[in-house]
């Protein structure tokens, strides 16, 4: 194990924001913690880098207790949201500041920046001063900047969510590609199941403080340990009082056992997906708000209109829980 | 012009000649020529008539003036001393300031609204209490009168304000993240103020310590009490000008101020420049 985080209990004044938290994290992994804002994810990144004390547990990098080390001791890697560029100095200054810190050779020192520069697609940048530079780029070079140290661990705290949708996803998809270059042991924070399933090798939700469930993505969005962990891994939708994936609902034009009549209320076109609004009016329940999620081909096929009459029904292989 | 315009609008474009320049809601001659017309009255013509006053006699005559041994003596005590409260405050600003922003006390607030009263004091009032406090009825013993060491404390009185008040907005404003950053790179707490916090602050300094030396090359009411204004030992330029102007010579006065003037704007103009040149690295 590269990390592994027990029992660590974390509060800020009177509100407790980690409880009995704990965590392995795999050598050479690519570990997402996941969950809504306020669950504790940052806090508890921040606990692994030294950047918050915990009331209680420990943190182990390497086998080697950490816990009262201080984050100049740790050899963890850190990125900011928000960068935490040293707006005063140049990308290459930056990049450099962690070896020049640790007074290597100026040669060695210039060979490894312009290495990591060209990793992170910087390389005629490196004069430049962070303030000339864009969001991805100021945070390509904080991630350089982090890996100058060849850290045990890289975390980083919510990394792309000060960018913007388009540059988010390139971003990610080069922290992807980066991760099978370096093969550093990476922890990054996020709140964006999609960022979290499209890079992680496995993912821990946290919310309310607490470990929901960590695993696979696949393990995740296929077994999910409560109706939380399956509704804030994709969506879902509420049909005869179960908590069932809107794409595993099939549609009838007549009744059969186990249906339930429903009424289309929209019908909204999402090129090759089309989503359907009904209500359901199941013999046991209060009428509800229910959504399909159909190809286009299966919408055309059933001829679908506004105020048609429809079943319901969710397929054999779906998985559902009670609410 | 055209050309230009003509160069840059592509073929078949529709938009009339001059809309290419974004205007302003209203012409701006009316908020410049307010602006010039003030700054004129309240600050150029009088400061173009004491330079003129000062000047007219031609440069032998402002020379003889500004080097008579008293003036002389005058100016270089006030520089001196000027030079001395801006480094002594500059550091002790800066400490102040980062107090006040960094650590958390009991009365924090109460410290934070006394820092503005030595520049809200009448500078006579000041001058007085500093009097009674290291005058020669001193009850703390320390005997400042009549003494250069008491021109330099007034001064510090004064003066305080200005790096505390320039630097502590920027400390406010500094990212900590970008401490955590350096921590987490492996510098210690001395190094990351050194290498991160202090690079950051020099411009506030600088800018503070500038306002403290122009402001205290210019005291008057202050110092007039606690140095007992002795020629060749404690008189300041300022006293020195008022003393000239009571003995109807204005002219020499006026050279001596314009000599006063000229520093100050030397000064104001290498502090702008460093700005410049520091905010060019944003």
Known sequence: MAIEVRDVSKSFGSTPVLKDVSVDITSGSLTALLGPSGGGKSTLLRVIAGLETPDAGTVT???????????????????????AAFKHMSVFRNVAFGLEIRKRPKAEIRKRVDELLQLVHLEQFRDRYPAQLSGGQRQRMALARALAVEPEVLLLDEPFGALDAQVRKELR????????????????????????????????????????????PQQLYD???????????????????????????????????????????????????????????????????????????TAEGL?????????LRAIPSALSLTV | MTATLDRTAAPGATKAPGSARVRGPKSPGLGLGLAVLYLSLIVLFPLAAVAWRGVEGGPQAFWSAVTTPDSWAALKLTLGASALVAIINVVMGTVIAWVLVRDRFWGKGVVDALIDLPFALPTIVAGLVLLALYGVTSPLHVNLAYTRAGVVVALLFVTLPFVVRTVQPVLQELDRDMEQAAYSLGAGPGLTF???????????????????????????????????????????????????????????????????????????VVLDLLQRWGSRRG
Do not use: C, K
């Open chain 1, 61 to 83: 990098i390497s086998g080697v207790d950490a816990t009262r080390l201080s984050p100049q001791r740790r050899n963890v890697g850190f990125v900011f949201q928000h960068y």
């Open chain 2, 194 to 268: 050194r290498r991160i916090i202090l690079p950051n602050l020099v411009p506030a300094m600088v800018s503070g310590a500038g306002l403290a030396f122009t402001r205290a090359i210019a005291e008057f009411g202050s110092t007039v009490l606690l140095s007992g204004n002795l020629p060749f030992q404690t008189q300041v330029a300022a006293v020195n000008i008022f003393g000239r102007i009571e003995g109807d010579d204005t002219a020499s006065a006026a050279a001596v101020s314009t000599a006063l003037l000229v520093v100050s704007f030397l000064v104001l």
């Open chain 1, 223 to 297: 077994e999910p340990a409560s109706p939380f962990v399956m509704s804030f891994l994709g969506p879902v939708t509420r049909l005869d009082g179960r908590l069932v994936r809107p794409h595993d609902i099939d549609i009838a034009t007549s009744p059969e056992p186990g249906t339930v009549e429903a009424t289309v209320n929209r019908i909204v076109h999402l090129g090759f997906e089309v989503r359907v609004e009904l209500q359901a009016r199941s013999a046991a329940e209060d009428p509800e708000d229910v959504w399909v999620q159909v190809t286009r081909g």
């Open chain 1, 173 to 216: 998809t080069w922290l992807r590609r980066l991760h099978d270059e370096v093969h550093v042991t990476t922890v990054f924070v996020t709140h964006d199941q999609e960022e979290a399933m499209d890079v992680s090798d496995s993912i821990v939700v946290l919310a309310d403080g607490q470990v929901q469930q960590a695993g696979t």
């Open chain 1, 303 to 311: 001829r679908l209109r506004t105020g048609d009459t429809v079943h």
